[in-house]
């Protein structure tokens, strides 16, 4: 079955940075765009950004463009989230999710999510 | 970008049904499709409408969901509440290479 695990979250001072990684497995991870989004505390969902199933094409929210880059290694079924010049508003759960097949833009599977803290 | 405006919070009896809206602030509704997500505390989104009206396989037919162009607006119905629909739901839209949820409805089953 379908299964993304998402890593690398932790505290980083303001300024810093960051780099998650979400595991895939159960699918043809190449076939797929992926995407991130971000939840602060207490707070809606952020779409953050996307990624084609061969990655040349990406796209991310104006919050995080220049910030933020958003790769995967196909050969290791992993999507990555480059996190730099961290803000203390970055502080959020993040989730990688598969976008389902077709022309519907919707996220089919989730990951849990891992937690971003950004704090002096 | 537009936005896409939902309820705080909505809140019915069990076994009632519950209509939860999401309007478009600009931009037609019908140009990109609307999806819903079901989100308990502390739990990842779970996807519960995609296409407009759509569900996922293993969602009950208890939901439903549809547009209305001449509101601009979408809507997720859910029937025969119970207990356990008790959750955020999201819309969630898309429009030049660009995702956009909307703010979130927090259902209460009372």
């Known amino acids: 079955q379908v299964h993304l695990v998402e890593s690398g979250g932790g505290s980083v001072k303001p300024g810093g940075s960051l780099r998650l990684s979400c595991a895939a497995s159960g699918f043809n991870f190449s076939d797929y765009y992926m995407i991130w989004v971000r939840q602060a505390p207490g707070k809606g969902l952020e779409w953050l950004s996307y990624?084609?199933?061969?990655?040349?094409?990406?796209n991310s929210a104006d919050s995080v463009k220049g910030r933020f880059t958003t790769s995967r290694d196909n050969t290791r079924n992993s999507l990555f989230l480059q996190m730099n010049s961290l803000r203390v508003e970055d502080t959020a759960v993040y989730y990688c999710a598969r976008v389902r097949d077709g022309y519907s833009n919707s996220a089919d599977y989730w990951g849990q999510g891992t937690l971003v803290t950004v704090s002096s | 970008n537009f936005m896409l405006t939902q309820p705080h919070s909505v809140s019915e009896s069990p076994g009632k049904t519950v209509t939860i809206s999401c309007t478009r602030s600009?931009?037609?509704?019908?140009?990109?499709?609307v999806q819903w997500y079901q989100q308990r505390p502390g739990s990842a989104p779970i996807n519960v409408i995609y296409d407009d009206n759509q569900r996922p396989s293993g969602v009950p037919d208890r939901f439903s969901g549809s547009i209305d162009k001449s509101s601009n607006s979408a809507s997720l119905s859910i029937s025969g509440l119970k207990t356990e629909d008790e959750a955020d739901y999201y819309c969630q839209s898309y429009d030049t290479s660009t995702w956009v949820f909307g703010g979130g409805t927090k259902l209460l089953v009372l």
């Open positions: 990624i084609s199933g061969s990655g040349p094409y990406t």
């Open positions: 600009s931009g037609s509704i019908a140009t990109n499709y």
